[in-house]
């Protein structure tokens, strides 16, 4: 069985400073890791994935994570947080060859000006 | 390409009231997904389609969801009757294959927000 803990459930930055959203996994195989960004009023978009190729995946915006498998961690960060970024975010584990997502709890990204 | 269309946006109902929601996937994606987002938390799997078959329902309760995919594009999903604990969003998704795999990610719709009163 597969599960995720977003460590914080709220992340407060000021703009331009670096932004660090942490997500352990546990997964019972060799698992496909996600990252969504779900803006207020807004569907779950996708960030970037992690399918077993590079350990350091990069994404839209700026951001990019990176599979630790020692740790199972999967963490999303970016170098300069901008205003825009605020949002909720969700970390996702699936089994690598299963279909079925399982989403953390979310952690909510405040930038403040 | 046009995204996953859900309707609609926004339901209140009285407890006990039934409520109807409708997804259209983007075209050519087999699968087809329910998920439920209670304030708060992650989005949990109802039920995911593939083509108009059901492969996994395990978390639905059928005892008041429902949920159909006639001709195996188009899905509606049925509450009925609906308790104070489905207010919540429901959102539907739709991935060329089976997702979870690199190759199928899953693209959402808005969602549907439903509160019971």
């Known amino acids: 069985a597969q599960s995720v803990t977003q460590l914080d459930s709220h992340v407060s930055v000021s703009e331009g400073t670096p932004v660090l959203l942490r997500c352990n996994y546990s997964?019972?195989?060799?698992?496909?890791l996600f990252w969504y960004v779900q803006h207020p009023n807004k569907g779950l978009q996708l960030l970037l994935k992690y399918t077993s190729a590079a350990t350091l995946v990069k994404g839209i915006n700026g951001f990019e994570a990176e599979f630790k498998k020692s740790e199972t961690s999967f963490h999303l960060t970016k170098p300069s947080a901008h205003m825009s970024d605020a949002a909720e975010y969700f970390c996702?584990?699936?089994?690598?060859?299963?279909?079925?997502?399982?989403f953390g709890a979310g952690t909510i990204l405040r930038v403040k000006s | 390409e046009a995204g996953v269309a859900q309707s609609p946006r926004y339901k209140i109902i009285e407890k006990r009231q039934s409520v109807a929601f409708w997804c259209n996937p983007i075209?050519?994606?087999?699968?087809l997904y329910w998920y439920q987002q209670i304030l708060g938390q992650g989005p949990k799997l109802l039920i995911q389609f593939q083509n108009n078959g059901v492969v996994d329902d395990s978390q639905l309760p059928k005892d008041r969801f429902s949920a159909e995919r006639l001709k195996g594009v188009d899905s509606t999903l049925k509450i009925q009757p609906a308790k104070l604990e489905d207010s919540a969003v429901y959102l539907c998704?739709?991935?060329f294959g089976q997702g979870g795999s690199g190759a199928n990610v899953l693209t959402f719709g808005a969602g549907s927000r439903l509160t019971v009163l």
């Open positions: 998704a739709s991935s």
């Open positions: 997964s019972s195989y060799s698992p496909s």
């Open positions: 996702v584990v699936s089994a690598r060859y299963g279909n079925k997502l399982v």
């Open positions: 075209s050519g994606h087999a699968t």
